[in-house]
């Protein structure tokens, strides 16, 4: 890692700090439950608006239609073209 100081000591660093959501992902074939990684301070919608095609999901979990577990991965990347809906863990509510 780099670590860079300007003239009056101020810290700059390459790393971006993230915290991880639990999420459920509806894709066009599949569901996926992991974790994405957003900025503190934003929201999922604009993890999701970034530049960037593909999204990081870790400790994903990838289910066919029918509901069944497919496989398991520490890390996949979702090409965010795919993506039907994607729900935070936190907002589901079951009555």
């Not at 810290?11 to 509806?26: A, C, D, E, L, Y």
């Not at 400790?59 to 090409?79: G, H, K, W």
Request: hydrophobic share 35%; no cysteine.
């Amino acid at each position: 890692m780099l670590t860079q100081f300007d003239e009056k000591g101020k810290i700059f660093t390459n790393v971006i700090s993230k915290k991880p959501v639990m999420v459920t992902i509806q894709t066009s074939t599949n569901k996926i439950h992991g974790e994405i990684y957003v900025r503190p301070n934003e929201r999922i919608k604009d993890e999701l608006d970034r530049s960037e095609q593909f999204i990081a999901v870790t400790n994903a979990i990838v289910y066919s239609p029918q509901d069944v577990e497919v496989y398991r991965s520490n890390f996949l990347t979702l090409n965010l073209n795919h993506i039907v809906w994607l729900i935070p863990d936190d907002e589901v509510h079951s009555e």
